[in-house]
């Protein structure tokens, strides 16, 4: 998988532990302030707690359990929000099939990983079998 | 653990969901609305989200599940009040929900239960 990782300082960084339902609650509601405070318009906003949700979840599903590091991320006239979930679970044998609509090993509808892409700008995977899996998503908008 | 009320208004159920919903307590919804359509005979179900800022797939798929499990009972689901921002995401993520009715709002899904014999 390419990582495009744009040339940024990263400042503020908040974890937040990933371990039970409720934990998934409040790393929606720690990426909302966030977003709103960086001035993301509320689709945006959405989008961004949307993928959060569905890989915080998957975090504690298939990772069985782990964290979330959001990072407030600058480049140039553009401000980003991204954020980093982490996991020492199973790891994901088969990176390009998890991402693929419709795949689950779980009771989900397998939209959760290939639809969390789909709502941010920058998506990249690091996934060992036995070791664990990180995921870091980055969605950028423009400094108010 | 929350746990979501639901009204009875004429025959048919509301349920106004107006907490940031954990999986665990939209999956005890899906069995409360169940038990209660029985109960009550209910033909009709009107579930109101115009609260819900975030609909991730658990609970795109709970609410299609809740749609299917009022149909075998005999009753119609009609989701309601889903905020513009949410519905873009949804369709962006991948789920477009086409075998849950929705509608505008409260008054709009009564009316389609009504039409479709529900109310």
């Keep these: 998988m390419v990582e495009l990782r744009a040339g940024s300082v990263d400042d503020e960084v908040q974890t937040l532990p990933l371990r039970s339902a409720d934990d998934v609650v409040r790393v929606r509601q720690a990426v909302r302030t966030c977003a709103v405070e960086l001035g993301f318009s509320l689709v945006d906003q959405t989008k961004l707690v949307t993928a959060a949700s569905e890989l915080a979840r998957n975090t504690i599903d298939y990772g069985r359990g782990g964290d979330c590091d959001l990072v407030v991320v600058r480049s140039g006239e553009r401000v980003g929000l991204r954020l980093v979930f982490r996991d020492d679970g199973p790891g994901i044998a088969d990176v390009e099939q998890a991402l693929r609509d419709g795949y689950t090993t779980g009771n989900g509808l397998g939209m959760g990983l290939g639809g969390a892409r789909r709502l941010v700008d920058e998506f990249a995977i690091d996934s060992t079998v036995g070791v664990g899996t990180t995921i870091e998503v980055t969605r950028w908008t423009w400094k108010r | ?119």
Excluded at chain 2, 61 to 78: E, P
């Design chain 2, 1 to 119: 653990m929350d746990r979501i009320p639901i009204l009875k208004v004429g025959e048919n159920l509301l349920v106004t969901i107006q907490v940031d919903l954990d999986d665990r307590v939209a999956l005890a919804l899906q069995d409360d609305l169940t038990e209660k359509i029985v109960a009550t005979r209910a033909h009709g179900v009107l579930i109101d989200i115009s609260s819900l800022e975030v609909v991730d797939s658990f609970i795109g798929r709970m609410l299609g599940n809740i749609a299917a499990m009022s149909r075998v009972l005999d009753a119609r689901t009609v989701v309601v009040g889903m905020q513009p921002q949410v519905a873009i995401t949804l369709v962006e993520l991948g789920l477009s929900l086409p075998d849950i009715a929705t509608a505008l709002s409260v008054d709009a899904g009564m009316e389609a239960l009504a039409r479709a014999g529900g109310g």
